[in-house]
């Protein structure tokens, strides 16, 4: 059993985390999400929220190496977590090759979905570099996108595991 | 010729920026010292206000404000102003019932405007409303379209009793009454379009600000319209002049026509700024967007086609109840009104008459949505000819071959409000037909059979109006550098005008995109702008830009007569360079801004520096049209519908950039898939409680849910009412896939004797109507 930490309802406590290799800290209060501490605490406002139930796939982001909806993870569950945002995907002023297929291929269009999408699409490369159309369609059903019909982001994904195969 | 020309498939400008998390969405805004309201809703879908405690509310921790409906009508303040007038059947001016911001006395759906809780946080302000005692009276509701009008339904306003906002006829229903008579034959059929939510992904956020010195409001919200919203929140609602008001949007995460007009939480973080002193931000969250939010569709029609024994049409009627929510917003009647011109599709169908009734319900407002009428009329008028093909054993495309305008008879007054200026109707069909490979479908529904699935086809031929009336506004601003900054009075949110539009200027001037600064959306910035919404903004704006390019061009080519000491008649303009004819003297654009920027080199009869706008008002709409062709295979012991194939013929006049393009065709095949397939806002009958509160209960297309889809274009037949021949293309897709689509589901249906069914066509509807049961 571990220790449990008890904190107060509005008692705001210090977490520290390291986010894209970097290690930060801000503050929140128990109820305080991990979408909301990554965008207003540590102001990481590529990570968007669609929805706060965990459907949209929007604010997906990575926790100690595995896939989490930010938006129903506590800010507090990130203590000394490792977490992966998109801002973490490249260096400034470039894009990775995934990005570039995106581009490429017309994968997104108001750019609200994409972030957590690139991050979803990132982890799943790496787990399984030759995917079939179906395979890519399977992850991507983890995400809603309003604009494009989808079709864009399916074929980037694929050109991306094409090209590093 | 630059690199970025029109017509190349360009990867989109603003890309590196949305890839990297450099959007700024309204919630990624936040401005020093800002507090954060909090919107109470109702909990009931029609309910007596008794009374309303806020006292606990306003002792509780971090509480700046409470408001209520009675400090709103205590401010002075206006309603949301609905800008489409239309009449009760006597002649009447409709009711516009008072859309202030906060409701008194009376709430009319769930998620209605109760209270607005300004604190410290989020979190306190939503904690403060809960400790609000509001004393309700509940009262009956009506929420579905087909019992709005009902013997003893519950009238949603005493002044509008039985529940009509207005009667709403087009077309001669004399001649159409004479030719349904007379008719060889007449199809008739009962059409159900459903209540969408429009659900992009970005919910809705703003901020409100008031400088205190300068008596002035600024808002910062995700909108279609800045210059549009300035306008009508100012005067009308605000009560202050325009001048007044600051209209600010960034980037935005998905409109589809939702973020069109004002909506109530703008005015009250703008009051409550106001009062406090501070700036107060509202963060939307995605269970009030399926509350409050604007929705759209919705409407239920009864359709006669008649036709003489050649299959001809001779008449068409349509009557249709349209469901309007419990108040009108800033476009209120406009969708279910002024795009049913689309109900003459693609046809020479000489009579039409059109009667809509609109109805309020305890439902929220209903608004444009990606078509904003056309997919609802070119539903109505496919499906019924499919219904007619069924029923007089010609084969679909053979029907609409019967009955097509052909190309000679352009330009072609239609026999309800359009007039068509081009197209190659038949000539799309063809290629779709061919593309589908139609002929060998029959193969194909038997291979299916064998298999155990039912499988069919569908095809609509659509057409809508687009691009017309609303002027636009585009300015071009050099500086003493040698740079440029266009700024438009259009939005763009995703479609990818950041870069069209930069497209344009570099053709059409010779710069290179890194040379040309972008700016949008801010009513301080933009001299004036309409706004992005109807398929408008390549077509009106595209036109105003390539107007002003034009004065710039002409005023650089006197700076140019100067400098190369030519007469103006004697200089040419190539990508971006002057050149005296039959010289090697040349100077570039560029150059010559350089030498208007600066005072001691202008010359002293012109004005100094390079900067001009342009005004564009369409002298007529374009109509973009094509033929789509959905291809489906159902499991009956399942009633699991899988898209098997999709293509879509689009004329959508002059192509500037084929990527972007597909993006705005696929993104509308895929909300039109939607709403065939999944999508529907269904509240409790009884209660008129939400029963699609969540992306759990409503149901929106995946990756998995949707094939790729084929297209292809007609540039052969460009708009000659704008100077690019551009049509429109961003409701194209959404308008082409819901006949479609329910064609092909009905088709599979068929021989198992189902003759129509309504959307969705969820395996759980498709199933019942398979075993004969109703569908509901």
């Keep these: 059993m571990t220790d449990v930490k008890r904190i107060g309802r509005d008692e705001r406590v210090r977490v520290t985390c390291t986010v894209n290799g970097k290690r930060q800290s801000g503050f929140a209060e128990p109820r305080t999400l991990l979408s909301d501490f990554l965008r207003h605490e540590l102001y990481l406002y590529g990570t968007h929220v669609g929805c706060e139930h965990g459907v949209c796939g929007a604010c997906t982001v990575t926790l100690n190496g595995r896939l989490a909806r930010s938006c129903m993870t506590f800010a507090v569950q990130a203590e000394g977590a490792a977490i992966g945002t998109v801002e973490g995907l490249s260096d400034a002023g470039t894009l990775n090759a995934l990005q570039r297929a995106f581009t490429e291929f017309g994968a997104l269009q108001c750019g609200f979905c994409t972030a957590g999408i690139l991050i979803s699409a990132t982890h799943f490369l790496a787990k399984v570099p030759n995917p079939t159309e179906e395979d890519v369609r399977a992850m991507l059903s983890g995400h809603l996108c309003r604009c494009t019909g989808y079709e864009g982001m399916v074929r980037a994904i694929l050109s991306v595991a094409e090209s590093s195969s | 010729m630059t690199k970025f020309g029109i017509g190349q498939g360009v990867p989109r400008w603003e890309d590196p920026r949305l890839l990297r998390g450099g959007g700024q969405y309204s919630d990624d805004l936040n401005q020093p010292g800002q507090a954060h309201g909090f919107v109470l809703r109702s909990p009931h879908a029609h309910a007596i206000i008794r009374s309303i405690d806020t006292r606990a509310a306003i002792a509780a921790p971090g509480v700046l404000s409470v408001h209520t409906g009675a400090d709103i009508v205590a401010a002075g303040y206006g309603s949301v102003p ?11 001016p409709m009711f516009t019932p008072p859309n202030l911001p906060l409701r008194e006395g009376r709430v009319r759906y769930v998620g209605d405007y109760v209270a607005f809780v300004v604190a410290e946080s989020h979190d306190m302000a939503r904690d403060a409303a809960e400790l609000i005692e509001v004393d309700y009276e509940p009262l009956p509701s009506v929420t579905a379209t087909k019992d709005t009008l009902r013997d003893g339904a519950q009238d949603v306003w005493d002044e509008a009793p039985g529940n009509v906002c207005f009667v709403f006829e087009q077309g001669d229903a004399a001649l159409v009454d004479t030719a349904i008579q007379s008719a060889h ?80 939480e703008n005015l009250l973080c703008l009051h409550a700024a106001k009062e406090l002193g501070r700036p107060v931000k509202w963060v939307g969250d995605r269970a009030e967007h399926f509350m409050a939010d604007d929705q759209a569709r919705d409407n239920i029609s009864t359709i006669e086609l008649a036709l003489d024994e050649h299959g001809k049409f001779l008449a068409l009627r349509v009557k249709t109840v349209a469901n309007l929510g419990a108040y009108l917003t800033m476009f209120g009647p406009h969708s279910s009104t002024n795009n049913l011109g ?96 139609y002929a060998g479908f029959e193969v194909r529904r038997d291979t ?29 601003r050099f500086d003493p550098s040698g740079t440029v900054t266009v700024v438009m009075g259009t939005h763009n949110h995703g479609q990818g005008h950041e870069t069209v ?53 002409d005023k650089a080519r006197q700076m140019a007569s100067h400098h190369l000491e030519a007469a103006e008649d004697d200089i040419a303009f190539t990508d971006g360079v002057f050149t005296v004819a039959g010289t090697d003297k040349s100077t570039t654009l560029i150059e010559c801004a350089k030498l208007l920027q600066n005072f001691m080199t202008a010359p002293p009869d012109m004005d100094v520096g390079l900067n001009e706008w342009a005004s564009w008002r369409p002298p007529a709409p374009t109509y973009p049209n094509g033929c789509h062709i959905a ?29 972007l393009l597909d993006g705005q065709l696929h993104g509308g095949i895929a909300q039109g898939a939607g709403q065939i397939m999944m999508e529907n806002v269904i509240w409790d009958r009884e209660s008129g409680q939400l029963n699609t509160g969540s992306f759990m209960d409503y149901v929106m297309p995946r990756a998995d849910n949707l094939p790729n889809f084929q297209s292809a274009v007609n540039e052969d037949a460009p708009s000659p009412t704008n100077p690019m021949g551009i049509k429109g293309a961003g409701e194209a897709g959404c308008v082409g896939a819901m006949p479609a689509l329910m ?19 969820t395996p759980h509807r498709i199933w019942q109507a398979l075993q004969g049961g109703d569908a509901t």
């Excluded at chain 2, 169908?349 to 078509?371: L, W």
């Excluded at chain 2, 301080?524 to 390019?549: E, I, N, P, Q």
């Design chain 2, 82 to 92: 609905c800008l489409v007038a239309r009449e009760k059947a006597d002649g009447t």
């Design chain 2, 185 to 264: 034959h007449v199809t008739t059929l009962d059409l159900d379009i459903s209540r969408v939510a429009v659900a992009p992904m970005e919910p809705r956020a703003c901020i409100g600000e008031y400088d205190q010195f300068a008596e002035r409001y600024t808002l910062y919200t995700g909108t279609q319209g800045p210059h549009l919203v300035r306008q009508v929140i100012a005067e009308p609602m605000l009560r202050v002049p325009q001048n007044r008001l600051r209209v600010v949007s960034k980037d935005m995460g998905g409109a589809f026509g939702m973020r069109s007009g004002p909506y109530c």
């Design chain 2, 342 to 437: 689309t109900l003459a599709g693609t046809y020479t169908t000489s009579a039409i008459f059109t009667h809509v009734t609109g109805v309020f319900s305890n439902t929220p407002s209903t608004g444009p949505y990606r078509g904003a009428g056309r997919p609802e009329a070119a539903y109505v008028l496919e499906r019924t000819i499919d219904t007619a093909a069924a029923e007089l054993g010609i084969d679909p495309a053979e029907l609409r071959r019967r009955n097509y305008i052909p190309e000679s008879a352009l330009p072609y007054q239609t026999g309800l409000v359009f007039n068509y200026d081009s197209g190659q109707f038949e000539k799309n069909m063809d290629t779709a037909l061919t593309m589908s490979d």
């Design chain 2, 448 to 476: 299916a059979k064998a298999d155990g699935k039912l499988r069919g086809i569908g095809i609509s031929n659509v057409i809508e109006q687009a691009a017309g009336g609303f002027p636009e506004w585009a300015e071009i």
């Design chain 2, 501 to 553: 539009f930069r497209q344009m200027l570099a053709d059409r001037l010779g710069l290179e995109f890194e040379q040309i600064y972008y700016q949008q959306g801010d009513s301080d910035h933009g001299m004036a702008g309409t706004g992005t919404f109807g398929s408008r903004s390549s077509g009106v704006g595209g036109a105003s830009l390539m107007m002003a390019a034009d004065k710039i061009i």
């Design chain 2, 631 to 659: 291809e489906v295979e159902i499991d009956p012991q399942t009633g699991v519908l899988k898209i098997a194939n999709y293509v879509a013929v689009d004329d959508v006049g002059t192509v500037l950039n084929p990527l």
């Design chain 2, 743 to 761: 064609n092909a589901i009905v088709d599979a249906m068929r021989p198992a004797g189902v003759r129509t069914l309504d959307m969705p066509a």
